[in-house]
């Protein structure tokens, strides 16, 4: 990262609340809020397919088609997959200056329920691959544009999808400014838990609506470890090994021939031994009780298909005490090339550590590592659980009243997110008590998502020209 988006993350040591206050207005000058609603696509702007074929590159080249076939479904699945193409359109956008740790892929599906260390039921952003310091209106614009991609989908109309992106950026605007009249460890004490999720349902849904919320987050609790377990593994032998359902779950004993195979196995297990060093002491004699006991290369998300990723199957007390983790390659944020390099020479920490400073509460086996590859390449990987009570929104079941909910709750979480790490007295006094920021979006939104229909035509186009090839095949 460069040294000015660096410094720009922290208000300057000393200066007062009224002084970065003065910092936030300021930056109205060189970037007029009204300035955000206008989205025009550059003359030379890169193809987007381009983009995507360039991302295949350093990919796993039977995976390919499977990304393209995920991503030709709809223009909502082509957005997931389209990180890239958004950062190179938000690279000279117009920004107040101001800089947080982003998410940089903040829609609306990466929004979910997960379980905190302690065992309570959290609200929280939950990918982290693309994560790196910069303008915090990246991650408004692209929460705004996803809100209005679903809402198409879903058919409805002008003034309701208006509505459900001026409740994001509208809560995003409110959270902000009570986050800058908090103290600093009051900001980070703050998290949306199941007593919050269950007031916000009381407070703003009709009895339909808190039913759903009620029944999604039982249905999370269930879907943690052991669940997993018993969904991808059997017995062989008597032993439980991770089971096969290529090409989107393939164990390595299908991968690699004998010999091969087991240099590979030994790799992992010194994985497993030397990412521990970046765990917290007590976290590591947690992970040092369990054994590796089996491997399986997965095909993962949208954007990360091809992207090399591994499900690794331990063992604890006995058969029935699994610990399922996932070590996820990490290449370069697709927010590089605009922003500069990360700080950190280990990709797979730059996710850890962009992940740790924006979530309230984080996965214990949070870490990374980097480790010879298949093909005898270096590559960085972050590890973290596999699933632990996992609850993904589904949009297209949402009416627009509900709709909108989320969409606050979406804006009150990355407004907290981005409070943690960058000057959120001056973000709040930018953005001021008044609706131009908000009104801004929706219009930005509506025309970036007018931009993402047309990529995905494009897409669409190329796989039927067999420019580019295409697979479906139904997830995990």
Same mark, same amino acid.
């Given at each position: 990262?460069?040294?000015?988006?660096?410094?720009?993350?922290?208000?300057?040591?000393?200066?007062?609340?009224?002084?970065?206050?003065?910092?936030?207005?300021?930056?109205?000058?060189?970037?007029?809020?009204?300035?955000?609603?206008?989205?025009?696509?550059?003359?030379?702007?890169?193809?987007?397919?381009?983009?995507?074929?360039?991302?295949?590159?350093?990919? !796993?080249?039977?995976?390919?088609?499977?990304?393209?076939?995920?991503?030709?479904?709809?223009?909502?699945?082509?957005?997931?997959?389209?990180?890239?193409?958004?950062?190179?359109?938000?690279?000279?956008?117009?920004?107040?200056?101001?800089?947080?740790?982003?998410?940089?892929?903040?829609?609306?599906?990466?929004?979910?329920?997960?379980?905190?260390?302690?065992?309570? @039921?959290?609200?929280?952003?939950?990918?982290? =691959?693309?994560?790196?310091?910069?303008?915090?209106?990246?991650?408004?614009?692209? @929460?705004?544009?996803?809100?209005?991609?679903?809402?198409?989908?879903?058919?409805?109309?002008?003034?309701?999808?208006?509505?459900?992106?001026?409740?994001?950026?509208?809560?995003?605007?409110?959270?902000?400014?009570?986050?800058?009249?908090?103290?600093?460890?009051?900001?980070?004490?703050?998290?949306?838990?199941? =007593?919050?999720?269950?007031?916000?349902?009381?407070?703003? @849904?009709?009895?339909?609506?808190?039913?759903?919320?009620?029944?999604?987050?039982?249905?999370?609790?269930?879907?943690?470890?052991?669940?997993?377990?018993?969904?991808?593994?059997?017995?062989?032998?008597?032993?439980?090994?991770?089971?096969?359902?290529?090409?989107?779950?393939?164990?390595?004993?299908?991968?690699?021939?004998?010999?091969?195979?087991?240099?590979?196995?030994?790799?992992? /297990?010194?994985?497993?031994?030397?990412?521990?060093?970046?765990?917290?002491? =007590?976290?590591?004699?947690?992970?040092?009780?369990?054994?590796?006991?089996?491997?399986?290369?997965?095909?993962?998300?949208?954007?990360?298909?091809?992207?090399?990723?591994?499900?690794?199957?331990?063992?604890?007390?006995?058969?029935?005490?699994?610990?399922?983790?996932?070590?996820?390659?990490?290449?370069?944020?697709?927010?590089?090339?605009?922003?500069?390099?990360?700080?950190?020479?280990?990709?797979? /920490?730059?996710? !850890?550590?962009?992940?740790?400073?924006?979530?309230?509460?984080?996965?214990?086996?949070?870490?990374?590592?980097?480790?010879?590859?298949?093909?005898?390449?270096?590559?960085?990987?972050?590890?973290?659980?596999?699933?632990?009570?996992?609850?993904?929104?589904?949009?297209?079941?949402?009416?627009?009243?509900?709709?909108?909910?989320?969409?606050?709750?979406?804006? @009150?979480?990355?407004?907290?997110?981005?409070?943690?790490?960058?000057?959120?007295?001056?973000?709040?006094?930018?953005?001021?008590?008044?609706?131009?920021?908000?009104?801004?979006?929706?219009?930005?939104?509506?025309?970036?998502? =007018?931009?993402?229909?047309?990529?995905?035509?494009?897409?669409?186009?190329?796989?039927?020209?067999?420019?580019?090839?295409?697979?479906?095949?139904?997830?995990?």
């Amino acid at each position: 990262m460069s040294q000015s988006r660096t410094a720009a993350m922290r208000a300057v040591p000393g200066s007062t609340p009224q002084e970065r206050a003065a910092q936030g207005k300021e930056a109205r000058s060189r970037s007029p809020r009204s300035g955000h609603a206008v989205y025009r696509p550059s003359p030379d702007r890169p193809d987007p397919l381009a983009i995507l074929e360039e991302q295949s590159e350093a990919r !796993v080249p039977e995976l390919i088609p499977i990304r393209y076939g995920r991503m030709v479904e709809s223009p909502f699945r082509f957005y997931r997959g389209a990180a890239a193409i958004m950062a190179s359109d938000l690279a000279g956008s117009p920004d107040s200056g101001i800089t947080v740790q982003l998410c940089g892929d903040a829609h609306l599906l990466n929004f979910r329920l997960l379980a905190s260390p302690e065992r309570r @039921l959290m609200f929280d952003i939950n990918d982290f =691959d693309e994560t790196l310091p910069g303008p915090w209106e990246w991650d408004v614009k692209r @929460l705004s544009a996803s809100f209005v991609i679903a809402a198409r989908a879903n058919g409805f109309d002008d003034a309701e999808r208006a509505r459900i992106v001026g409740a994001a950026v509208r809560s995003y605007r409110e959270a902000m400014r009570g986050f800058a009249g908090m103290g600093n460890l009051d900001v980070w004490y703050t998290k949306i838990d199941q =007593d919050r999720l269950e007031a916000l349902g009381t407070d703003q @849904l009709d009895k339909g609506g808190r039913r759903k919320l009620a029944r999604a987050m039982a249905k999370a609790r269930t879907r943690d470890g052991l669940q997993a377990f018993d969904k991808l593994t059997e017995l062989v032998d008597g032993r439980p090994r991770i089971a096969a359902a290529p090409p989107l779950l393939v164990p390595l004993t299908e991968l690699l021939p004998d010999a091969e195979r087991t240099e590979m196995e030994d790799r992992f /297990e010194r994985l497993i031994e030397t990412y521990g060093r970046s765990m917290t002491s =007590d976290r590591r004699v947690l992970l040092e009780d369990y054994r590796l006991v089996d491997m399986s290369r997965k095909v993962v998300g949208v954007g990360s298909v091809g992207t090399r990723c591994w499900i690794l199957l331990l063992l604890g007390r006995d058969g029935r005490d699994p610990l399922l983790l996932q070590a996820k390659e990490a290449g370069p944020s697709v927010l590089a090339d605009h922003l500069g390099a990360s700080r950190y020479l280990n990709q797979g /920490e730059r996710v !850890v550590s962009g992940q740790r400073l924006m979530q309230a509460a984080s996965d214990m086996f949070l870490g990374w590592e980097r480790v010879d590859g298949i093909d005898g390449r270096q590559r960085d990987f972050y590890i973290r659980q596999l699933r632990d009570w996992k609850g993904i929104a589904m949009p297209e079941t949402m009416p627009p009243a509900q709709l909108a909910v989320f969409a606050e709750l979406c804006g @009150l979480t990355l407004a907290r997110a981005h409070a943690r790490s960058g000057d959120r007295i001056a973000i709040a006094s930018y953005l001021g008590r008044g609706e131009a920021f908000d009104r801004a979006l929706v219009t930005f939104a509506e025309a970036y998502a =007018d931009q993402n229909e047309r990529d995905h035509q494009a897409l669409v186009d190329a796989v039927r020209a067999n420019r580019l090839p295409a697979e479906e095949l139904p997830a995990l």
